[in-house]
């Protein structure tokens, strides 16, 4: 009996420690939260590839540090543009992190969107050595204009076209075609985000040039899946934190100057 009794002492006095150290944080640590973010890296400064084919950019950095904000991690995925929203609400991803406008009303019934981190502009884009198209006025019956599929530069393309002013809406994949396509003449010009031209431009210099005014501004914004009040909530308050902390601030500098 005296054995029985001390086993059974020394089994709870085990139990006891256990929940012991657990509760004083001896045990295992939480597991980080991680999430998928999904892209298409073909937008800089917001969103490229590096020369080891790393996604990287602005957005990266922006999503990175607010995890680190809010304690958690991020994953990439590369996807194209157009599948990201579909790629969201089938649960393939949790964060869409794309220079994506949060303005337009037929993705904001089917997503929900961060605060906005960014404003930016359409502009038109030609060749360096046109000096016939000054500004979207200039645009004729006659020509083809490219835009990157499922950008607000498309749609805006493709209202041209609908309205009769433009001969052909040409949609492509990645900013890169759109902008080789105006480079060999196949195309008149190009519509698309202001800073993804500006950054084209540094890298292709003397190639194209952005002209008139701007036709609209757009606002980025983190996209999660409708009714991810707890990851949107997350989202908004490291935007808030990296913003007054100096952080975003200084990634924006070192992207837009690099």
Not at 11 to 23: F, H, N, R
Not at 149 to 164: I, M, S
């Amino acid at each position: 009996m005296k054995k029985k009794v001390t086993l059974v002492l020394a089994a709870l006095l085990s139990v006891g420690m256990i929940i012991s150290l657990t509760a004083c944080g001896g045990g295992s640590d939480k597991e980080t939260v991680s999430y998928k973010v999904g892209t298409e890296p073909t937008f800089p400064p917001f969103d490229t590839t590096d020369e080891d084919q790393n996604i990287v950019g602005l957005d990266m950095d922006l999503i990175k540090a607010i995890g680190k904000d809010q304690g958690f991690e991020v994953t990439f995925e590369n996807l194209s543009f157009d599948g990201l929203i579909p790629a969201l609400k089938a649960d393939n991803i949790d964060i869409v992190a794309a220079g994506m406008n949060k303005d337009d009303k037929e993705r904001q019934k089917q997503v929900d969107f961060s605060d906005a981190y960014y404003e930016s502009q359409l502009y038109v884009v030609v060749a360096n050595d046109n000096n016939d198209i000054k500004s979207i006025d200039d645009l004729t019956p006659d020509m083809k204009v490219a835009a990157q599929t499922g950008t607000t530069g498309a749609e805006k393309v493709k209202t041209l076209k609908k309205e009769g002013k433009i001969k052909e809406a040409v949609i492509v994949d990645g900013l890169d075609t759109a902008m080789m396509q105006l480079i060999n003449g196949d195309v008149s010009a190009v519509i698309n985000d202001k800073p993804v031209n500006e950054a084209y431009m540094k890298k292709q210099p003397d190639k194209v040039k952005m002209v008139g005014e701007a036709l609209n501004a757009e606002n980025y914004g983190f996209a999660v899946a409708n009714g991810n009040d707890e990851l949107l909530e997350k989202i908004n308050k490291g935007l808030a934190n990296i913003k007054e902390d100096g952080t975003y601030d200084k990634l924006v500098d070192e992207w837009f100057n690099k």
